[in-house]
């Protein structure tokens, strides 16, 4: 479902961020990136949900050649990509219900199903009963399980999440750890970059590793294998 050949990225200032990756994710598979700061790991994800187009090589995701998609299409494939980030990015003045039903807005849902959705992905993680809150009203594991009901309510076929970990406690983190898993368990695919070694050795899965640019490591039920 996620191929990539022979994908390179260099930025405008002439960083080579990718140096020939090639890989294949197949459909509902787990995946954890790991590797140091600087080695390519958000620019891997990047180039997925086409934040960033590749340099040299192909990509396609769900069958789209996304690197040479024509502009029209881009919002039809970026929909079926739910995305979470470390810092969580949810609109500071809108309501969790409305975070979440923005996405539903955007492509003109009807009222009623946009409501019977946005209520049943608030249900899945748990906050049903916090759908009018703010965000500023929320802990961040709260809200962090509100970017994950938005990335999810288009029902998409892939998730990726850059560091979705990164800013909560421990106990937090395996809250969500193990929302992840259901969701993966119900059929989406999970890219996930991650530093969080607890986690990456105790929920076994793929781990693809990528140092200076290159996919060194990538093993079933693999392990973090750094010290940091
Ligand atoms: P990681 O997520 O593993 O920390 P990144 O993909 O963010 O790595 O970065 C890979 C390399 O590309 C780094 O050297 C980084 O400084 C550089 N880089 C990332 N984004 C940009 C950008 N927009 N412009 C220039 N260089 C960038
Ligand atoms: P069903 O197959 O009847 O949808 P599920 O138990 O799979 O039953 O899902 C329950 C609800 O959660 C459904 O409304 C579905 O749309 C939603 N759901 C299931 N899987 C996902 C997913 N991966 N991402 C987002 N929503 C999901």
Redesign the pocket.
Known sequence: MIEMQDVWKTYPNGTHALRGVSVQIDRNEFVYVVGPSGAGKSTFMKLIYREEVPTKGQISVNGFNIGRLKPRKIPYVRRNIGVIFQDFRLLPKLTAYENVAFALEVIEAPKKVIKKRVM??LD?VGLKNKANRDPSQLSGGEQQRVAIARA?VN?PSVIIADEPTGNLDPETSWGIMQLLDE?NF???TIVMATHNKDIVNSMRKRVIAIEHGHIVRDEQRGEYGYDF
């Open positions: 049943e992905v899945l999810i029902n969701i119900r059929g989406t």
